[in-house]
C-alpha cells in the first residue's frame, strides 16, 4: 500500500509564500502522476498542480500558473508545491495524490475519480 504524507501548510497573508512537502512510501505504476488537489468549504476538490514522474513535464491549473511550482527530489521520495504571492482564494485543505500515467504522460484534466491514493491532507489559509 502506498502512503502519501503532506507537510507544510499553515497561515499566510496574501502575497505570502509556503512550500507544501508530500513524502511518497514507494513508487509504482499507479504513482506514475502526482499531484496536488485543493477543496476549499463548499467547493469541488480541483486539481492544482501535477508532474509525470519520468519525464518531469508539469501541469498547473490556470488560476496559479505563474504563482506555484511542482517539483520533485527522487532522492527523497518527496513532491513538492512551492506557492508564491499566495490570495486569499487560494484558501483550501491542499492534498498530495497519485494516479497511474496514460500512454508516456498525465492526464491533463487531474480528475479526482482517477486518483489512487490520497494523502491526508494540509490546510493552507491566506488572509488578506
Known amino acids: 500500500q502506498v502512503q502519501l504524507v503532506e507537510s507544510g501548510g499553515g497561515s499566510v497573508q496574501a502575497g505570502g509564500s509556503l512550500r507544501l512537502s508530500c513524502v511518497v512510501s514507494?513508487?509504482?505504476?499507479?504513482?506514475?502522476?502526482m499531484g496536488w488537489f485543493r477543496q476549499a468549504p463548499g467547493k469541488e476538490r480541483e486539481g492544482v498542480a501535477g508532474?509525470?514522474?519520468?519525464?518531469?513535464?508539469?501541469y498547473y491549473v490556470d488560476s496559479v500558473k505563474g504563482r506555484f511550482t511542482i517539483s520533485q527530489d527522487n532522492a527523497k521520495n518527496t513532491l513538492y508545491l512551492q506557492m508564491r504571492s499566495l490570495k486569499p482564494e487560494d484558501t483550501a485543505m491542499y492534498f498530495c495524490?497519485?494516479?497511474?500515467?496514460?500512454?508516456?504522460?498525465?492526464?491533463?484534466?487531474?480528475?479526482?475519480?482517477?486518483?489512487?491514493?490520497w494523502g491526508q491532507g494540509t490546510q493552507v489559509t491566506v488572509s488578506s
Open positions: 514507494k513508487y509504482t505504476d499507479r504513482t506514475a502522476c
Open positions: 495524490a497519485a494516479q497511474s500515467g496514460y500512454g508516456g504522460s498525465c492526464r491533463s484534466d487531474w480528475r479526482v475519480d482517477l486518483v489512487n491514493y
Open positions: 508532474i509525470y514522474r519520468a519525464g518531469g513535464t508539469t
